[in-house]
Nanobody
């Protein structure tokens, strides 16, 4: 089984920065892809950033301010969020596409999320 845990959220003033982490543990052969999502109560979940075999992509709302990265040695992915705005307030979750056996299919694993609150 694979466990995914996010950290790094918190309360920050507008214009500030946070670095979110998403650490995976367990039986991991490879992390084939990842996505950072965010959700505000009552609204659809939004894909903020993704890293796949075809490259890194960002939502227009965060382009130029957020940077996604990964450290395969530690099975950790990051989201550096700069120039934060009140509208960035949300629960941020990561989803990882993880291969647990060399030849088997990859599965999707989610963390429980970390709260980011940006005050004006």
């Amino acid at each position: 089984q694979v466990q995914v845990v996010e950290s790094g959220g918190g309360l920050v003033q507008a214009g500030g920065s946070l670095r979110l982490s998403c650490a995976a543990s367990g039986r991991i052969v490879s992390i084939d892809g990842m996505g950072w999502w965010r959700q505000v109560p009552g609204e659809p979940r939004e894909l903020v950033a993704s890293i796949t075999t075809t490259g890194t992509r960002y939502a227009d709302s965060v382009k130029g301010r957020f940077t996604a990265s990964r450290d395969d040695a530690s099975n950790t992915v990051y989201l550096q969020a700069n120039s934060l705005r009140p509208e960035d307030t949300a629960v941020y979750s990561c989803a990882l596409v993880v291969r647990t056996t060399p030849l088997g299919p990859a599965g999707n694993y989610w963390g429980r999320g970390t709260q980011v609150t940006v005050s004006s």
